[in-house]
């Protein structure tokens, strides 16, 4: 019957029925996949119709994402175990119909959890040159209140440009002994080969990593760093402010970037002392990245690719709205990325391309000086 819904749903899709000659016709068959689903009266075999290049099917009764919805679901339903649901996750119990089932959710939990943690602390191969590091945080109940905890996120890519995750935690606060033991755990599973850490200004961040990543060079993310320089500027000259700063960018060498750094200090340095202070402190440290190949410049100049990860990490949190456990954030959040991280190694082009990655490889880069060992 599911078969055959399908081939329905693949009909009224390209609008012909298989081996029909139409004139509507919209899309072509290209064979079937097999896919296992789980069912209350045992796993059956579904044949998924394929259509050629340009098209896609999805059946309708099929949840993508699953490993992340039942994530979702356990995390929702565990809160509610607890008591420490919301009036938002009592909702959403309701309108979901769970059956709130104590054994259910726990066995749940330890599928989960497992999944997660062989993700987490699987070993990391090869070389990263490039490191993305960054921090949200979600609101977590915990010793009786509630309280805003820090998740951290390390993102890479590999010495044949795909991205990866490399890996993720959560702790009370997003300070320098975290972020240090963070980075160690990355190291100890076998990170190496990192050249360039991209990450904001944090002083804890920035010290974990001249101690554990000594030798690799940081990139200020230029996003952060124009948000820090604004914020000393009134609203109505910040669109002027900022389209000055960067012509600083726009310059094809690095020579020629400090110059016009000089030049855009001494012209807004009067009117805009503070500002033109943050950006001349920060001068050593947002030009990292043009040492490096052009064509990566896009990527690397700031902490973009990581904000886009984060910005569904945050869609998918804020269903909880208040996690009941540091553990069903790993166990959500960590789904989310392990289904990303399967994205991405299925795509089919690379984050970077390949030959690219061959020239950062064999040329000889004079990299800025490493972080200062503040230890």
């Known amino acids: 019957m599911l078969n ?7 009909e009224a899709k390209s609008k012909a029925a298989k081996h029909e000659r139409s004139s509507e016709r919209t899309a072509y068959r290209n064979g079937t996949r097999q896919r296992p689903l789980s069912t209350g009266v045992g796993e059956v075999i579904l044949q998924i119709p394929k259509l050629r290049a340009g098209e896609s099917y999805y059946p309708s009764f099929l949840e993508p994402r699953r490993m992340v919805d039942k994530a979702l679901v356990n995390v929702i339903q565990e809160a509610y175990i607890n ?13 979901m119909g769970m059956k709130i089932d104590k054994s259910a959710v726990s066995r749940l939990c330890k599928e989960l959890d497992e999944n997660v943690e062989a993700f987490r602390n699987r070993p990391l191969t090869g070389e990263y040159p490039y490191i993305w590091l960054d ?4 609101k977590v109940r915990e010793a009786g209140r509630v309280q805003n905890m820090a998740f951290v996120v390390a993102i890479a890519v590999n010495d044949d440009g795909t991205r990866h995750i490399l890996g993720f935690d959560i702790g009370m606060s997003e300070n320098g002994a975290f972020w240090e033991e963070f980075l160690r755990s990355l190291v100890r599973r076998g990170l190496s080969g990192v050249k360039l850490v991209i990450s904001d200004a944090h002083e804890g961040l920035k010290n974990a990593i001249s101690s554990v990543l000594t030798g690799t060079s940081w990139q200020r993310c230029r996003v952060h760093c124009m948000r820090n320089i604004l914020c000393h500027v009134s609203h109505k000259q910040q669109g002027m402010v900022a389209a000055m700063i ?3 960018f726009a310059q094809e060498s690095l020579a020629d970037a400090k110059k016009q750094l000089r030049s855009v200090i001494t ?3 009067v009117h805009f002392p503070k500002a033109m202070e943050v950006l001349e402190n920060a001068e050593d440290d947002i030009f990292a990245f043009m040492v490096f190949p052009k064509s ?5 100049y700031s902490t973009n690719p990581l904000e886009r990860l984060n910005k569904e990490i945050r869609r998918r949190g804020n269903v909880v709205s208040i996690f009941p456990n540091r553990a069903a954030v790993l166990r959500l959040i960590g789904s989310v990325l392990v289904e990303q991280q399967d994205e991405w190694l299925s795509g089919e082009k690379r984050y970077m391309s390949l030959e690219s990655m061959v020239l950062l490889k064999n040329e000889a880069v004079s990299f800025f000086p490493a972080l200062p060992d503040n230890t």
């Open 4 to 10: 055959l819904m399908m081939e329905l749903e693949v």
């Open 83 to 95: 008591g420490v649901s919301t009036r938002k996750v009592d909702k959403l119990v309701e309108d």
């Open 135 to 138: 921090a949200t945080f979600p």
């Open 246 to 248: 960067r012509t600083i």
């Open 267 to 269: 012209q807004l340095e």
């Open 296 to 300: 990566h410049h896009p990527q690397i």
